[in-house]
């Protein structure tokens, strides 16, 4: 049984904006061919680098965003290689692209002309605001689209004098490009049950507003504000805090407590385990957790037995985790069925036990340097799930053969 995707082509216009769509379609199995321009894309110069060597090749953003791919220069202001841009996209499934409104159609390669040659092809545009509202495009950059989305304002502190932060990472870029992984494949079903293909047009600002949960749903019917909050949802009232401090200066975060009677049971059992039951001074409250058969998150601030016991169940917590590691309490906590997470630092991550099983953390060759380098893997996994993937593309790496395959009419 072949990979997910296998037997899908797409084509590639090399965008920051659309990288991480491009990344997970190959990573499935797809055949994705980025086009670059000559000398490669310019997100190819961002650092850092490998070995501090400002190198396209070595460029650690390129590499993340990029693998799984072919690499193809083409120069799309030469007629030439327009044509011969042409000749790809005819062979595609999908073209994949994030260029700015105008710039393709000024060159007679966008999406309505290329469409009309082949209805079957399936175009998929990741742009700031929509190519359908390209009359209000202006410059934009990630932060810029969290804050128009809304999420900025949801990410914070407790402590509103400290200004709204913005999710780290590309996060519009993600989000937007997940968006057009989703649209795509959905758009191959259509195709593959109507032999029509579609243009799926993807807003990174709208995308970034309906992934805010529910502050956009409470403004619009309660014509509520959420407030951010230190490590947990936005919240029109304040909640409680569940980040806890471990006995290594790390934190877990508990984000539902102790709520059914089971958790009271297990918690008392933790406490006895580790000595320390004497030192939670309401640990009766504990007791008429089990004896009222638990609480729901509903009856805390409303109910004051509930809202006691429930508070009991998060010093439980507190005590317990001052006694043992960020893993010690992660692991301990999941096997009492409580819900937690370990934060953890990029390396913690990869070297948790947890991930390591999964096989998140992916071994990668870089044959041109000699050397092999762990990566994040696929975020999901599955039967057709490749369980490896490949290297990001050097710049023109797979011009020749790529071109070759056209003119032979074997692409």
Known sequence: MGALLEGLRVVELASDRAAYAGKLLGDLGADVIVVEPPGGHASRGYGPFVDDDPDPDRCLW???????????????????????FRQLAATADIVLEGEDPGWLEALGIDHPSLRAEHPELIWVSVTPFGRALADLHEPSTDLTLLAGGGA??????????????????????????????LGALTAVVHRDATGAGQHV?????????????????????????????????????????IQIRCADGGYVATPLGLTAASDYRAAIEWLEELGALDEHPEAFFLHMGIDRGGVTLKEVGRDAEATEIYRAGRDALEIIASKLTVAEVFVGAQQRGFACGAVYAPDEALADPHFVARGYPTPVEHPELGRTYTYPGLPFTGEMIPDSIQRAPLVGEHTKLVLDELEGGTA
């Open 201 to 241: 047009d993807v807003s990174m600002l709208a995308a970034t507003n309906v992934t805010t949960e529910v502050s956009s749903v409470y403004w619009l019917f309660e014509g509520a504000t959420l407030q951010r909050q230190t490590g947990r949802h936005a919240s029109a009232e304040p909640t409680t805090d």
């Open 152 to 181: 900025v304002w949801n990410c914070g502190y407790d402590d509103h004098t400290i200004t709204p932060i913005r999710p780290s990472g590309n996060h519009a870029q993600h989000t937007a490009s997940s968006f057009a992984l």
């Open 62 to 84: 390129w590499w993340h965003y990029n693998t799984s791919k072919r690499s193809v220069v083409l120069d799309l202001t030469s007629d030439d290689d327009r044509a011969r």
